[in-house]
């Protein structure tokens, strides 16, 4: 090939190795990335339109649906805003519940990471292993909320359901479990010399780019900069808890900002989850787990606001920002939601300029991207399920299930 | 620096519309609040205030921007926060600006803060904002179909209403 001759490959939306709709346009030299462009409106759902349309208790359920890993986060945001709005005074006590489910969501988030960034490596054997790993704390939050994923354990002013002295033999068991599990999962990760060749100095985020970038979560702290807001703005539990912002540095010596870096910084980070329950669980104060049990009194406290307030929660991905405004209505006037992965979008140009094309998903996915929380309209212009098409749908599908397994499903043609 | 000496050092050297810092408590232990600063700022001083807090912060932490429009007027907030890495002492500090809605437009802040691009784009599309001198003004978050001069953040006869199929409502006949 002639010297200097670019060539343009799409990587996305739909992509074997990507699994998040975004649509990477990247200029090839060789073999050699020389320029990214981003293009996301693959998911955008309308999340915030349909969020100003509803009173505050309603959208509690709807934020919880943005993103099904990050669900806790979302709620505590909107919640948080609210609360701050209407000046209610969340109880000690569920403050600690929504940390211990916040932190639950973190395990789980950092350990399915870790097995899609194997598995983007080719590496399907230590995928499946550490999602064998995760089934723990999936186990422990069917436990604790009757849900494996989305928790709904989070409301206005406080928590829904109480975590009980006699379901912390469970929640410490989860703990020690990851607790023994940590040293192999490093050692896989850290120590394996495939992993090594393929995360060692591939898709280097400077310390100054990931500043002026203004990254957020552990890509920012796997390039040296210690932004955390459980430490930084220290909400909930947080401040009794003591949280201090990991970087790699404290396990490896050194700061890269490479993707082995945002690896060892997430390993690192089941473990300071792991210490926060348990912490957790030793100082739960004794108390209410709401300011109020009804809901229709949380409803008239809070369907007609007036002010504007922000909410912020450090997610598995990075820092979660809620804007809301209400002006004396029952629906909110505006309503923004950020996700983390808005703000370390950017970062993958200079993450994957000079990459090799090889190298493109796993820098990809070393920013743990989430797109279905970045975007929030879907417009169809082609077959649409309509209203009358979808009940019918539901309920010849509800009266074969009835029927028993074997019988014939659904049939959505 | 304390939220009270940053809001004073913006009231020292702007005309502020509005300032005030609203104390929330959400912390288990009660011991504290965490102070959120807001001002308002014309529209002309806007990017001023942003190379201010550049001053008092060398990489001030960019959130987002959020906007809505109310009757004539679109009104931007500019989410920051400044000391991230001090454990329990950061702040966050948004920036209003009030902007007519038939000719809204508002500088680039990227020289200032390069992380701003996205949401500089989105406001360009959502709002209908003229992001000016903004290095890449593409549609960001909206489908290359979706409509032209169709904003999906206001609430006007250039909003989204017209678009939008309520499903609930039965199939289009």
Redesign the interface.
Known sequence: MSEGKTFKIAVGPVHPALKEPVQLNCEIEGEQVKHVDIELSQVHRSIEWIGTRRNPVQVVFLAEKICGICNICHTLCFCEAVESIAGIEVPARAHYIRTIAAELERIHSHILWAGVAAHELGFDSVMHYTWKLREKVLDTTEYLTGNRIGKAIVTIGGTKRDIEEKQFGKIREACNYYRQNFSRLRDIFLKDPIIKARARDIGILRRDDALSLCAVGPTARASGVKKDVRQDEAYAAYPDLDVKAITPKELLGEIRGDVYDRIAVRLLEVLQSVELIEKCLKQMPEGKIAYESKLAKVLSDVKQLKGEAIGRHEAPRGEVFHYLKMVGEETPYSWKVRAPTYNNILSWIPMLKGAQIADIPIVAASIDPCMSCTNRAAIADGKELGNEKLHRLSVEKTRSLKKGPGSERGNCN | MKAEQVLASFKKRFKLKEARI?N????????SA?P?I?IEIGREEFKEAVGHLCELHP?P????A???Q?GEIIEL?Y?F?L????????I?I?IKTKLEKGNASIPTITGL??????SEREIQEMLGVKVEGIPDSR????????PKKVY??RRDETG?NK?VRN??????K
């Open positions: 609203d929330v408590m959400h912390r288990a232990n009660r011991k965490v959120r807001w990489m932490h960019f959130a987002v959020s906007g809505y109310i907030i989410h926060s000391n991230y890495g001090k454990p329990q002492g950061e966050c948004g803060v390069p992380g701003a691009l996205i549609r960001l978050f909206l489908p290359k179909n979706f999906p953040w989204p678009i499903m609930h409502k039965g199939e289009k």
